[in-house]
């Protein structure tokens, strides 16, 4: 098809002014201001409403510190805050850094999860705010043993309810821990097809899967199992499922004679659903935020009672929902605190004092303090103050056609101050691929653009978020119609004349670093250079090494989507979509990054594509870290991963660069 009949068939939903295009580009920003942890981040309200605690920076890893509300919080955004007067660090972790926290339901602990350089053999660890000298306990001090699953029942605030694969590494059974005393109980045995428990003060829930991939969700008394609900077509799991407060009911994302996810209640007696809430366009905000902690739920839950207040839908924008009076009358008054989207919240058990932070392109993370009985609200911390919103580039949600038609949601970043045409481009796609990209602050996505290069994000088939269709329209297309929505998008660029045809590179991550390997393999001709971070590059490899805790859980994505790889067939067409069978036919410079530690996708992967273009005297980089696995967590690891990206990038495609 001609260029001209191509561009019809492009829908631009988001105008992009070029008219006052300057010609001055923005100041280069150092990887270290890109990639050096915030100076504090990711602010929890205590229970009692007294106490936030955060994450903040100490030996090069972020731990986790707490400062009373009322404290004074005004000082200059240059100010390190971690060391004010009133802060206190409650983890001392120099090691690894700690990504993600909670307060018990009662309030008197803190807790959070933390495997060993990447290994996701999770442990619970409790620390105590009102000992900050007291070292944390490890919960489950358990070698190779993963914590699967974490769940703080109101009615027992002193106790957890978690999964451990002790008994077998490929069964989870259920136990209770005593958060005080690490006192570990044995509720129930995996009878050999439990995926996931489910406690409630009525009654044990189970959730199997079934050969056929149906999700099937059940009562279980001393080894009996009563069925309630079944499910079929679920990709990972039923996203979300919350209990009701009073036992009776589960909310849950269900996309059952719709193509879209809506808000239901699930009844556990009669396993009838009732409709919660909805959006006419958009998904309920699912499964990402369960996969990935820097996005919040879907799910508005109050952190004490699991009371229901709030829903997320996700299109370009978000959109909130409130679904109690309470929180209709908080809402308003939160989200005028910022231009962003309104993120992570938390409040106290009277739902009076709330700490909330704000999605935004170029001002990430900042948190605010609002008191609903005075209607008052101070502006706690910016995360990275030394961040210049003015200088960062906006990201503007744009929608193009495929080739036949489908509609890809996608994303485009253009450098300040450089004039949009004909730029280097960087095609940079997401992992998973049962994942999304979305508006909002990426510091990958703005470090390219500051060196000068506009960034491509697009939400190929496959993606989730868009609907069931959507999603399944990428089984068996793994090299096929999936790389085809990137083509196609590229090209859309590339006619508007944003981008430059001969200085393009494709790089992601996990699923994101397959699709750089295909582009560079399959598409040799349209790509400078191709950057593969943990990304794998032998499906039959990936499918058959899937740890035996998640094998279960696969079955609907890895096996519907991928393949078997035991059947001959099967395993001939995956071989075929992999890019270590045409590796003769990549001609670009090729970058490799991968954790030495690698769980999901082994470093295997990315050796084996480094020996056979060492072997024919193609160029090669390779960036392997002995201390991380599938994505990179501490700082240091990130940095050296970036200015590495960097340097690859300005060798091949023209960018500015920091470093020598």
């Known amino acids: 098809m001609s260029p001209t009949g191509r561009q019809r068939r492009h829908v631009f939903i988001t105008t992009i002014d070029q008219e006052e295009s300057m010609t001055t580009p923005s100041a280069l920003l150092t990887v270290e201001e890109f990639f050096n942890p915030p ?10 409403g007294t106490t936030i605690a955060y994450l903040a920076p100490w030996h090069g890893r972020l731990n986790v510190f707490v400062r009373d509300v009322d404290s004074d919080w005004a000082i200059s955004d240059d100010v390190p805050r971690a060391d004010v007067p009133g802060a206190r660090r409650v983890t001392s972790d120099t090691q690894r850094s700690i990504d993600a926290f909670f307060w018990s339901v009662d309030g008197r602990y803190l807790l959070f999860q933390q495997d060993t350089d990447g290994d996701e053999n999770w442990h619970l660890h409790r620390v105590d705010p009102a000992r900050p000298d007291q070292p944390a306990v490890d919960l489950t001090p358990y070698a190779g043993v993963r914590l699967l699953g974490v769940q703080l029942p109101p009615d027992r605030p002193g106790s957890a309810f978690i999964g451990l694969n002790k008994r077998r590494s490929d069964l989870a059974d259920l136990f209770q821990l005593d958060l005080a005393t690490g006192e570990l109980t044995l509720v129930a045995e995996n009878p ?11 009654r044990l829930l189970i959730w199997t899967m079934e050969d056929n991939g149906d999700h099937v969700l059940s009562e279980w008394a001393d080894g009996d199992r ?20 009073d036992g009776t009911g589960l909310w849950i ?76 009358q908080v809402l308003p008054r939160l989200t005028e605190l910022s231009d962003g989207d309104l993120a992570h919240v938390s409040c106290d058990t009277t739902a009076q004092r709330w700490v909330v932070d704000f999605t935004h ?35 503007t949600p744009i929608t193009v056609t495929a080739r ?13 101050g450089a004039e949009p045409r004909g730029l280097p481009t960087v095609l940079l796609v997401h992992g998973g691929p049962w994942y999304r990209d979305s508006w909002g602050y990426d510091p990958e996505v703005q470090l390219l653009a500051n060196r000068g290069y506009a960034v491509l994000q697009v939400n190929f088939r496959g993606s989730t978020g868009y609907g069931k269709a959507f999603t399944q329209a990428a089984i068996g297309e793994f090299a096929g119609r999936m790389h ?20 393009v590179a494709i790089y992601g991550c996990s699923y994101g670093g397959y699709a750089a390997l295909v582009g560079a393999a399959f598409t040799p001709d349209r790509f400078a250079a191709a950057a593969s971070y943990t990304g794998m590059s032998d499906l039959t ?9 998640a094998r279960r859980a696969v079955r609907n994505s890895y096996g519907r989507y991928i393949g078997d790889a035991e059947a001959p067939r099967q395993e001939a067409d995956m071989l075929a979509r992999s890019p270590i069978s045409r590796v003769d036919d990549i001609t670009a410079p090729v970058l490799l990054i991968h954790g030495a530690n690698d769980v999901r996708v082994h470093r295997r992967h990315s050796d084996r594509i480094a020996e056979a273009l060492r072997a024919r005297g193609a160029e090669v980089e390779y960036l392997l870290n002995e201390a991380e696995g599938h994505w990179f967590i501490n700082p240091d690891s990130n940095i050296e991963l970036y200015r590495t990206l960097e340097r690859f990038l300005a060798r091949h495609l023209s960018g500015r660069t920091s470093t020598t």
């Open 253 to 328: 994302g269900s996309a059952r004679g719709s193509d879209r996810t809506r808000l239901v209640r699930l009844d556990l007696v009669t396993g009838e659903e009732t409709g919660v809430d909805s959006h006419p366009v958009f998904d309920l905000d699912t499964p990402r935020p369960e996969a990935d902690p820097r996005f919040p739920s879907s799910l508005i839950l109050h952190p004490s009672t699991g009371e229901l207040l709030g829903a997320r839908y996700l299109g370009a924008r978000q959109v909130i929902h409130a679904l109690d009076p309470h929180f209709a």
């Open 541 to 549: 490899d990936l499918v058959r090494s899937v740890l035996p805790a």
């Open 484 to 503: 085809d929505d990137l083509i196609d998008a590229l090209d859309w660029a590339i006619e508007q004349g944003y981008t430059d045809p001969e200085r």
């Open 226 to 245: 009563s069925p309630i609900a079944r499910f079929a077509d679920v990709l990972l799991a039923v996203l979300p499922a919350a209990l009701t407060p």
């Open 404 to 416: 036949d038609g489908l509609d890809l949601p996608c994303h485009l970043t253009l450098p300040v």
């Open 39 to 48: 100076t504090l981040s990711r602010a929890l309200l205590s229970p009692n």
């Open 192 to 202: 050999g097809d439990v995926v996931q428990w489910l406690r409630t003060p009525q």
């Open 361 to 395: 392109d170029r001002d990430p993370g900042v948190t605010w303090f609002y008191d609903h009985s005075t209607g008052r609200a101070r502006r706690l911390f910016r995360p990275f103050p030394h961040l210049d919103p003015a200088q960062l580039a906006p990201v």
